[in-house]
């Protein structure tokens, strides 16, 4: 699932460099929405699972407070 | 269209103390010669292929090394 | 908020061969000059002054090489983990043991630690956005030759990847300097 995800958020970053240049590409934007739409809905997927992908409020915590879990990107 | 690589055949000296590289290559990737990207590239058909080759679009893919792989040796 | 970070990177890092010494190669874009940490500062530090429009470009894509760097040091932290002082003084890294044991340090492979003087911020648009295209097509040269050295196939797909992604870079900012060229959508009348 992991890949999956790290695949739809790889296409979202290339489409964000291409659009912060190509400001009224419609299509494009169209494509960005999308695929942010997956990203989130893989997401939660995800962390029902794993816990938590970000902090700072950006994911919810279990109990006892799992961001703090490993393991860590550079470990996996 | 443009290639990828280019080649070039350096000076050898009589002198030379090294058995010497007859051939030379270097990169000439695809930002080169796009000033800058049309609207409406084609892209590879999946999210999984465009990462793999690290871009989206098929046309700014660069191989490294060079698939080519000329001798580069004398 | 400003940033934030994720669990996750960008790209798989996969290391099949136990060779420290590939880790003295790849420190050089860690800490090194074309290196990762190099762009992101010199990126996220000229967007204060650069026209408005091209901004977001260079938030973006120094949000995306700090994510880069996190990959390199997955690279390094994975070949020199598990290594024993004499697999390090084998593979050179002897100097950097008796300062650092295994923790990484932002130096280039030839132990020269990183500095600000690495990065250049002129004022000038023009100016600041050959330096970052030059920065860019550095960092590829700099992931050809580490590739060139390097024998683990796993560990040169991720190279290429992040390779491939200075690329993609060099065309943003090319196209960032046509912009504000600003004559796109000039008409011309004879």
């Given amino acids: 699932m992991l890949e999956e995800i790290q695949a739809i958020d790889f296409v979202i970053v290339e489409l964000n460099l291409y659009l912060d240049t190509h400001p009224n590409d419609f299509e494009a934007i169209k494509q960005f929405n999308d695929f942010t739409e997956k990203s989130m809905k893989l997401k939660i997927q995800f962390e029902k699972k794993f816990g938590p992908l970000m902090n700072f409020g950006k994911s919810f915590s279990n109990y006892p407070f799992n961001w703090v879990d490993t393991p860590w990107p550079w470990q996996v | 269209m443009f290639t990828q690589y280019k080649y070039w055949y350096p000076y050898v000296s009589p002198h030379d103390p090294c058995p010497p590289i007859k051939i030379k290559s270097y990169s000439t990737p695809p930002q080169l010669y796009i000033a800058f990207q049309p609207i409406g590239l084609p892209q590879f058909p999946t999210a999984k292929e465009a990462l793999m080759h690290g871009t989206l679009w098929p046309q700014l893919y660069s191989p490294y090394p060079n698939p080519q792989k000329r001798n580069e040796k004398s | ?190």
């Avoid at chain 3, 798989?12 to 500062?41: F, H, R, W």
């Avoid at chain 3, 290594?83 to 002897?94: S, V």
């Avoid at chain 3, 097509?137 to 992604?165: G, H, M």
């Fill in chain 3, 1 to 190: 908020m400003v940033w934030y970070y994720e669990k996750k990177l960008q790209y798989p890092v996969k290391v099949s061969t136990c060779n420290p010494m590939l880790a003295k190669y790849l420190i050089e874009q860690y800490g090194g000059a074309d290196g990762e940490l190099a762009a992101a500062l010199r990126y996220m530090n000229q967007r204060y002054t650069l026209p408005d429009k091209v901004v977001g470009l260079l938030t973006d894509i120094a949000t995306e090489e700090l994510s880069h760097l996190e990959m390199i040091a997955t690279m390094i932290y994975k070949l020199t983990k598990d290594a024993t002082p004499e697999q390090l003084k084998a593979a050179g890294l002897a100097d950097h043991y008796v300062n650092h044991d295994k923790a990484l340090f932002y130096q280039n492979a030839s132990g020269v630690p990183f500095t600000a003087s690495y990065i250049q911020a002129k004022g000038d648009p023009i100016a600041d956005l050959y330096e970052d295209i030059a920065a860019e097509e550095k960092a590829r040269a700099t992931y050809q030759w580490i590739i060139d050295l390097s024998d683990d196939p796993d560990l040169n797909d991720s190279l290429k990847f992040l390779r491939e992604r200075e690329i993609v870079h060099s065309l943003r900012f090319r196209e960032a300097v046509e912009i504000l060229k600003e004559e796109r959508n000039t008409k011309k009348f004879f």
